[in-house]
């Protein structure tokens, strides 16, 4: 989209109305996006930007189920503790602002378990002007899944300190990662009633701005 100050101003307008429509609970990602993008080229606010929308729904067994859209923005990237890492690579779809006439959009669904970790991120994080995208992401995988035992905190700030970009692109990330499966809740003795607890999902933003010339 741009780094200047129209960019920006075209982002906030995105942004404010995206919230609208995601305040509509029963509406699933694809269309949500695919209601954004039918206003922005009514609207003429812009022919050309990315978007990932996704939603996490946590389960009564501590795990979660994430659904998400993508408009040409880089896949959600699921690191499991025994499985390793795996780029979402469903509901991907073209970027917005380029037509209201283009196929339906489509959806990802996916199980997270409990221990995994979720990564959003903007591509500027991949990208090498000499490299194949599809390695860059597979070293970002490696790293992802080697990083995955140490605090969130640290697990993002040090993908951000191994990324070899060299495009002068914005880099952030968003990373949530689930507590590992509780022990089982000890048997309801009679008379007493049980309730079953699971701790809240980690959350870490982290973002770094670089420019090089």
């Given at each position: 989209m741009?780094?200047d100050?129209?960019?920006?101003?075209?982002?906030?307008?995105l942004?404010?109305?995206?919230?609208?429509?995601?305040?509509?609970?029963?509406?699933?990602?694809?269309r949500?996006?695919?209601?954004?993008?039918?206003?922005?080229?009514?609207?003429?606010?812009t022919?050309?930007?990315?978007?990932?929308?996704?939603?996490?729904?946590?389960?009564?067994?501590?795990g979660a189920?994430?659904?998400w859209?993508?408009?040409?923005?880089?896949?959600?990237?699921l690191?499991?503790?025994?499985?390793?890492?795996?780029?979402?690579?469903e509901?991907?779809?073209?970027?917005?602002?380029?037509?209201?006439?283009?196929?339906?959009?489509?959806?990802g669904?996916?199980?997270?378990?409990p221990?995994?970790?979720l990564?959003?991120?903007?591509?500027?994080l991949?990208?090498?002007?000499?490299?194949?995208?599809?390695?860059?992401?597979?070293?970002?995988?490696?790293?992802?899944?080697?990083?995955?035992d140490?605090?969130?905190?640290t697990?993002?700030?040090?993908?951000l300190?191994?990324?070899?970009?060299?495009?002068?692109?914005?880099i952030?990330?968003?990373?949530?990662?689930?507590?590992?499966?509780?022990?089982?809740?000890?048997p309801?003795?009679?008379?007493?009633?049980?309730?079953?607890?699971?701790?809240?999902?980690?959350?870490?933003?982290?973002?770094?701005?670089?420019?090089?010339?």
């Open positions: 741009g780094h100050l129209d960019a920006a101003t075209v982002m906030g307008q942004r404010s109305m995206f919230r609208g429509i995601a305040m509509d609970d029963s509406m699933e990602p694809a949500a996006v695919e209601r954004l993008d039918e206003l922005a080229v009514a609207l003429g606010i022919d050309f930007a990315s978007l990932l929308y996704a939603r996490l729904r946590r389960r009564p067994d501590g189920t994430l659904t859209s993508s408009a040409g923005h880089p896949a959600p990237l690191v499991h503790p025994a499985h390793g890492p795996r780029s979402l690579l509901g991907a779809g073209m970027v917005l602002g380029v037509t209201s006439r283009g196929p339906a959009r489509s959806q669904r996916a199980t997270v378990e221990g995994s970790t990564l959003f991120y903007t591509d500027g991949v990208e090498q002007r000499c490299r194949d995208l599809d390695e860059t992401t597979s070293r970002l995988e490696a790293a992802a899944s080697e990083l995955l140490t605090p969130l905190a697990f993002c700030d040090e993908l300190a191994r990324s070899e970009s060299d495009t002068s692109d914005d952030a990330l968003l990373a949530v990662r689930l507590p590992a499966a509780l022990p089982a809740d000890p309801v003795q009679p008379g007493r009633s049980g309730q079953t607890q699971h701790r809240p999902p980690e959350v870490v933003g982290s973002g770094a701005v670089r420019s090089r010339s």
